[in-house]
């Protein structure tokens, strides 16, 4: 299996525009978390899904923030407006059935930059 | 709020010495505790996952053992390389469906 896969890598972008981050679990991976890590704050747990269907959002920051997942391999992370306080590495993981209870895979991250 | 706290934020230590992280955690109710590596720039590389059943687990070089009455876990690294720099982080689950994580030691062996 190729593992988490999230793109883009690195994104770039102006205040104000909106920012889609994209993640592909793996493979049979019944559990998708989506994390933000920043200096200050270190890693923090933003959303996670079972079953393509979102358990616990209260991570998330604002409501300009907005996860989905219609399927079971591809779920989205979409921030509109985006803030320069929104820079950060953005991370997707996935696990098998019992969610935590099992061990968690990372993505690469994307990196994400507001001007 | 659970919390998880390791210290120290950064290490050095010079080549061959054999080392240990700590991780410590607020609630004894554990019941998992995953070890992760991250190299700069990259994502999480997951080392050894203890259940709350189990003592310490072992991979190669790598020991990690847990103490649940005390809330600690330690990562033991045995003859360290310079390949082994990079920043340790223990998340913890209390039951949930997620992870809190500590936010790291900075590990840097020199050749």
């Known amino acids: 299996d190729a593992g988490v896969i999230q793109s883009p890598r690195h994104e770039v972008t102006e205040m104000g525009q909106e920012v889609t981050l994209r993640c592909k679990p793996i493979?049979?991976?019944?559990?998708l978390f989506w994390y933000r890590q920043t200096m200050m704050r270190g890693l923090e747990l933003l959303i996670y899904f079972n079953n393509n269907v979102p358990i616990d959002d209260s991570g998330m920051p604002e409501d300009r923030f907005s996860a989905k997942m219609p399927n079971a391999s591809f779920s989205t992370l979409k921030i509109q407006p985006s803030e320069p306080r929104d820079s950060a590495v953005y991370f997707c993981?996935?696990?098998?059935?019992?969610?935590?209870?099992?061990?968690?895979?990372f993505g690469p991250g994307t990196r994400l930059t507001v001007l | 709020k659970q919390e998880v706290t390791q210290i120290p934020a950064a290490l050095s230590v010079p080549e061959g010495e054999n080392l240990v992280l700590n991780c410590s955690f607020t609630?004894?109710?554990?019941?998992?505790l995953q070890w992760f590596r991250q190299d700069p720039g990259k994502g999480l590389t997951s080392l050894l996952l203890?259940?709350?059943?189990?003592r310490e687990q072992t991979s190669g070089r790598l020991n990690a053992s847990l103490d649940k009455s005390s809330g600690r876990s330690t990562l033991y690294i045995a003859a360290s390389q310079p390949g082994d720099s990079a920043t340790y982080l223990c998340?913890?689950?209390?039951?949930?469906?997620?992870?809190?994580f500590g936010t790291g030691t900075s590990l840097t062996v020199i050749p």
């Open positions: 993981a996935s696990s098998l059935r019992q969610g935590a209870r099992d061990e968690q895979f």
């Open positions: 493979s049979g991976h019944d559990y």
């Open positions: 998340a913890v689950s209390f039951g949930g469906n997620q992870f809190y």
């Open positions: 609630d004894s109710a554990i019941y998992n």
């Open positions: 203890i259940q709350s059943s189990q």
